[in-house]
Structure formats: C-alpha cells, structure tokens
C-alpha cells in the first residue's frame, strides 16, 4: 500500500479518456480471471471486491467487520457487478461498473485532493500512476 494525492477531477478525466480506461479495465480483467474463460466467478471477483472494501473501510464504514457482515458485503457487491444476475461478470458488466464506483469515489472526494491509502494493485494506484507519469511527459 502506499499514501497517494488524489482528486475528484482526476478520477473523472480519466474515466472519461475511453481509449486509456479500456487499457485499463481490460488489464485488470485479465489480471483477475484466473481461468481464462473470459468471465469473473464470485471468487475471481473476490480480489476486486477486497480493494473495494479498502475504499470503503477508509471512508469509515464499519471498521471492524466481523466475516459474516463481510461475505454480505462481497455477495452484495458481487450482485451489484453482475448486472444480469447470471452469476458471472463479463467484461461490459465490469467495465461498467467500475465507471459508476469511481465516479461514485469521484463525487465523495469533490475538488480537493485528498490523500489516500491506495493498494498497490488496486485501480485507483493505476489513475495516480497514469496521472504522474502524464506530468513526466508534459
Ligand atoms: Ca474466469
Ligand atoms: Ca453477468
């Protein structure tokens, strides 16, 4: 894990760079189906849905779950990934989704940047990433 600067407004511009975001959340559904089938099982998935329980944790909802609250909280995140409820996510469920949670981040944050604890696997470390190589460039 490591401490990142982020804003709203730089999730936003890049969610909203189609060609980079693709890359991206093409990246990481391959990274996370383990199978190659194409599809995220409820246990491919189960790696996702722990990052997004660091956003949330961090946001200061329920710091000490117990394990039945969490598998009700990865089994609701799961259902709300798997948009026509066939038990797997593809790759469009994914994409979509993901788009609505960081904009979902995006909007909590507003326009000050705040500092968070990212993992070093999860998307949002790739936005900084992304955003401080951009910088190099420029
Ligand atoms: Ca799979
Ligand atoms: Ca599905």
């Given at each position: 894990m490591s401490v990142e600067v982020l804003d709203g407004a730089t999730i936003v511009s890049f969610v909203e760079d189609e060609y980079a975001f693709n890359i991206l959340i093409r990246e990481r559904f391959a990274h996370l189906d383990?199978?190659?089938?194409g599809l995220l099982s409820h246990s491919e998935m189960m790696k996702e849905l722990k990052c997004l329980r660091v956003f949330e944790t961090h946001f200061g909802i329920d710091e000490k779950p117990d394990p039945d609250e969490l598998a009700r909280v990865y089994s609701s995140l799961f259902v709300q990934f798997d948009h026509d409820s066939n038990g797997t996510v593809d790759l469009e469920e994914f994409k979509a989704e993901t788009k609505q949670m960081m904009l979902a981040v995006a909007n909590g944050l507003g326009f000050l940047p705040v500092q968070m604890v990212l993992e070093e696997d999860s998307i949002l470390k790739k936005v900084v990433e992304k955003e401080s190589t951009a910088k190099v460039v420029v």
């Open positions: 383990t199978d190659n089938d």
